[in-house]
C-alpha cells in the first residue's frame, strides 16, 4: 500500500490526477486511452464535478489531445469521490475514441451504452429522469484500488465557491427561466438559460442532478 500524504499545492494536485489517469488507464481500459490534459477550473456554476471536452482542444508535441476538466470548487470531496469523478470521465473519453453516443440533450442525458461503460470500468450507475444514467459513484473495488495506489489522503487546496451577498439595490425585472430538479421537484428561477444542480439531491460521492427547464 502507498504511503499517504494530503496535497496542498498545485503541481502536487495535477500530478496527482496524471498519475491516476495512467493506472486507471492501464487497470480498466488496458491502456488503450490517449493522454490527456486534466485542468482544475470551476464547476460550480455549472453544478458539474468534472466534464470534458467532445473534441481536443490541446496541443502537446504536436499531438492533439483531449482535456479532462475536475471542478475546482469541489476538491474537498472524499478521495474516492473525486477520483470517480476522473474515471466517470474517461468513460466518455472511451465512448468518444470508439465512436459510440453515449450522452444527448448537450451532455446531460447519458444513454444505456454510457451506463454499460460506466458498470465495466469500475462506476456504480444510477437512473435519474431526464437526465438518465449520469450519476454514478465508485465501486468497492474501485476504492480498494485508489487505496493501493493513489497515496493521497485528501486535497488541501481548491477554488473558493462564491458567496452571494444579500440585500443591495432592486435590480430591474427581466424575463425568467423556470428550473426544476427532475428527483425531488425543488424548483427555481433564472434570468437566462443556466446548468444547475440541485442542492436538495447532492450527494458528495454521487454525481450530481441537473435541474431541467420546464
Not at 18 to 43: A, C, D, R, W
Not at 57 to 66: D, P
Request: proline share 4%; glycine share 6%; aromatic share 12%.
Amino acid at each position: 500500500m502507498c504511503k499517504k500524504r494530503k496535497i496542498y499545492t498545485m503541481s502536487e494536485l495535477n500530478l496527482a490526477f496524471m498519475k491516476m489517469f495512467n493506472l486507471f488507464n492501464e487497470h480498466y481500459f488496458e491502456n488503450k486511452l490517449p493522454k490527456v490534459i486534466i485542468t482544475f477550473e470551476s464547476g460550480y456554476k455549472k453544478g458539474a464535478f468534472g466534464w470534458i471536452y467532445t473534441k481536443p482542444t490541446w496541443e502537446q508535441s504536436r499531438q492533439e489531445r483531449y482535456n479532462i476538466n475536475i471542478s475546482s470548487d469541489f476538491l474537498d470531496r472524499d478521495i474516492y469521490a473525486v477520483m470517480a469523478t476522473l474515471l466517470h470521465e474517461m468513460c466518455h473519453l472511451y465512448a468518444l475514441e470508439n465512436g459510440i453516443k453515449d450522452t444527448s440533450r448537450a451532455g446531460i442525458y447519458h444513454n444505456k451504452k454510457f451506463k454499460e461503460i460506466a458498470e465495466s470500468h469500475g462506476l456504480e450507475v444510477f437512473e435519474e429522469d431526464k437526465i438518465g444514467f449520469g450519476r454514478t459513484k465508485p465501486t468497492d473495488e474501485m476504492k480498494g484500488f485508489v487505496d493501493s495506489n493513489s497515496g493521497v489522503i485528501s486535497f488541501e487546496v481548491k477554488k473558493l465557491r462564491p458567496v452571494e451577498k444579500d440585500g443591495g439595490e432592486e435590480k430591474p425585472k427581466q424575463s425568467r427561466r423556470k428550473y426544476v430538479c427532475p428527483c425531488c421537484g425543488q424548483q427555481i428561477t433564472a434570468t437566462k438559460e443556466v446548468q444547475v444542480m440541485c442542492g436538495i439531491c447532492y450527494s458528495p460521492d454521487v454525481e450530481p442532478v441537473f435541474m431541467v427547464e420546464c
